[in-house]
């Protein structure tokens, strides 16, 4: 029921324990960050040859995009709007992770998350339940397989349980504010599709929900987990949630939160040292009960005999097979894939893009242009940065032999140094068209990294004006791992690449996008908004009984801003066009038992082969509590040749139109509902159905 960080990695806080010497005794069930087929090797014998009873223990690492090979970020991956390719990444991340000695990882961070200003933002699918169900699934059945006696599977562990997504102002490991009724219908809808798809564990947030911290929390751990959804894995603290129990107020010491912590279904404590100490004490004062922790141990010993650990405790300990399938070509090759399929074509004025590999000059220019970390984004597990190839190499090796190609750094990612603006300028002006990648560090999204700004950091935003005035076309290439806001960008820059972080082959993806290789087909999965007084900003908000008119002063808008979002839910550009029409519903009005089928038409006007997204969303026009203004139903991708049309299909049921209503029951209420179709949630057309009793 303990779980200790190795000395290999930091992940947390440092509070570390001597773990090599409690692995012998016995006292340690779990090692994380410690990986490598040598290294947990040698702390398997420790446990297997010096402990009482020769239990072999559970390896876990945070691989959430990849393990050496490193996948975009799982906000860039959920761009690609295609859950299998993800679960394919996840598939590939588990076989690098298992083959290195690991059984275990703490993904897919499945939480909501609806203001940019939160760090960890980039580790999840965006703002919308329905999406984000079908990806937590897919993510699931990627890590963990058909058979977690596989060699190639990991276990997974869907986070942060509940709604960490809605910390108050975005601001990491505060407080979570929010109705029941917002919880069960926007929120838990991922977490829930992870438990369906059979994951192996689950972690609590490190956060609080209705006055209570997550991981001791019995409406989030015993009746919903437990009893609605019949969970029978094994729960698992974030480092060091059961001691922050007393910093947040719950427990007035360790001994009374790890009480808590059991009493509510916590089966292993990570890094806290609080079950190892306190539960003996709180066994023999009655506090919690010997059944109690045989049904925890009971559950953690269950995983370890499914990932075949007493079968074999080293089976996963293989150095010949760490060096064949880690970083593999074949790897990196479905890492170059998914991260193309990932980028997001937000501006394209007079078809700038793609560049011709023939282009005489060509300035490469920015601080992340030739940089090989950054590329990689947060939570990179054991990805090194020699690995990586550069926007700068990608297009060296893109572009016809004659083409001249110059670089300028121009300044830092948070610089204020104008120092190298007069180089980059200069080769601007000497060149036919100029590609500035500015962005983000590494280190600015993620854990414990939020922001109160959304603009792109440092001097960068001058450097792209000073750009920009050489007359020069320019093409900003973006690598982020939340929205920016741009609005001077979209309103001056001609052609605006969004790449979040890419990964390993992220220069050679973003090459094949800017020439032509590939029609970027990315689709945002979360608002962007004009400035950073609209967040939170998200599609499916609700109506007001004063929603806005700009003719009306007394209506819900701002003053100084148009409510709208600088780019909307789904929305993503191409390099050719698509009309969307002739949307039929089977039948004006179902029954409760009955579907509708709808079908859409979607023509490709452009000259150029793409992939289009067909996005479906309802809305109910009246029900007992208010309802959203859309949610998204379903989606499909079709691969159109020029002039080609295709039809997307789709069904509703009426358990795709339930909610939670006024008795907080989840029901599907009869009325009148809206049905929209089309390639991002405000470019749509429209019909209707009835849903009868």
Request: net charge positive.
């Amino acid at each position: 029921m303990t779980l200790f960080t190795s000395s290999l990695a930091k992940t947390g806080p440092t509070m570390r324990s001597n773990y090599k010497k409690l692995i012998k005794q016995g006292r340690v069930g779990a090692v994380f960050n410690a990986y490598g087929a040598n290294f947990t090797r040698k702390l398997q014998k420790m446990a297997v040859n010096n402990s009482r009873l020769g239990i072999p223990l559970l390896f876990g690492y945070d691989v959430i995009h990849g393990f050496r090979t490193i996948f975009p970020v799982p906000l860039g991956e959920a761009a690609t709007w295609n859950p299998h390719l993800i679960g394919q990444a996840d598939s590939i991340a588990a076989r690098e992770a298992s083959a290195a000695g690991l059984q275990w990882t703490f993904a897919p961070m499945v939480d909501i998350a609806r203001d940019p200003r939160w760090g960890r933002i980039v580790e999840g699918a965006g703002e919308d339940p329905y999406l984000g169900s079908k990806i937590a699934a897919s993510a699931v059945h990627g890590f963990q397989g058909q058979n977690l006696g596989s060699l190639h599977t990991v276990m997974a562990c869907v986070k942060h349980y509940a709604a960490y997504g809605a910390v108050i102002g975005g601001r990491d490991y505060n407080t979570v504010n929010m109705s029941k009724r917002l919880l069960r219908n926007v929120y838990l809808p991922p977490y829930k599709a992870a438990v369906k798809a059979g994951v192996g564990s689950v972690m609590p947030a490190l956060t609080e929900f209705d006055g209570v911290p997550s991981s001791g929390n019995k409406f989030l751990l015993n009746k919903i987990l437990r009893n609605e959804w019949n969970f029978n894995g094994f729960v698992v603290t974030d480092y060091t949630a059961i001691p922050e129990m007393v910093t947040a107020g719950i427990a007035k010491n360790n001994k009374q939160a790890a009480a808590l912590a059991l009493n509510a279904n916590v089966d292993m404590d990570m890094q806290g040292g609080v079950y190892l100490k306190e539960l003996p004490k709180l066994i023999k004062e009655g506090k919690v009960s010997e059944a109690q922790i045989n049904q925890a141990v009971r559950r953690i010993l269950r995983m370890k005999f499914k990932l075949g650990l007493f079968k074999d405790p080293y089976r996963y300990c293989n150095r010949q097979r760490q060096k064949k399938e880690v970083l593999s070509k074949s790897n990196k090759q479905k890492e170059r894939e998914v991260a193309k399929k990932s980028f997001v074509l937000l501006k394209n004025k007079n078809s700038l893009l793609p560049l011709k590999k023939n282009i005489k000059k060509l300035a490469v220019i920015g601080p992340l242009a030739n940089d090989k970390e950054d590329l990689l984004g947060p939570w990179s597990g054991a990805g090194r940065k020699q690995d990586n190839i550069t926007v700068l190499q990608g297009i060296k090796e893109a572009v016809s032999p004659s083409t001249d190609i110059k670089y300028a750094r121009g300044t830092g990612i948070r610089d204020s140094s104008t120092a190298g603006f007069a180089k980059a300028e200069k080769i601007a002006r000497q060149s036919d068209a100029a590609v500035v990648v500015l962005g983000e560090s590494r280190d600015m999204s993620g854990e414990a990294a939020s922001r109160a700004h959304l603009d792109i950091p440092g001097n960068q935003p001058a450097l792209l004006k000073a750009i920009k005035k050489t007359g020069t076309p320019v093409i900003l290439v973006l690598m982020n791992g939340r929205p920016l806001t741009i609005s001077w960008a979209n309103k001056h820059i001609p052609a605006i690449l969004e790449t979040w972080f890419p990964g390993t082959e992220g220069g050679p993806a973003i090459s094949d996008v800017l020439f032509g290789d590939y029609n970027p087909s990315g689709r945002l999965t979360v608002t962007f908004p004009r400035t950073v007084g609209q967040v939170p900003l998200y599609y499916d908000h609700k109506n007001t009984g004063r929603p806005m008119n700009p003719n009306n002063k007394y209506t819900s808008k701002y003053i100084d801003i148009k409510n709208t979002p600088l780019y909307p839910f789904g929305y993503g550009l191409s390099y050719t066009t698509f009309h969307y029409h002739d949307l039929k519903l089977s039948a004006d009005s179902i029954g409760m038992g009955d579907s509708l089928r709808v079908s859409v038409e979607v023509t490709n006007t452009g000259q150029r082969k793409g992939e289009a997204t067909a996005e479906l969303y309802i809305r109910d026009l009246t029900g007992s509590v208010t309802r959203p203004v859309k949610e998204l139903k379903g989606f499909q991708k079709l691969e159109l040749q020029p002039g080609e049309t295709k039809k997307a299909h789709f069904i509703i049921t009426p358990k795709k139109l339930s909610f939670y209503n006024i008795n907080m029951k989840d029901v599907e209420e009869p009325g009148k509902f809206n049905v929209f179709v089309g390639k991002n949630a405000r470019n749509v057309i429209k019909s209707h159905f009835t849903l009868t009793k």
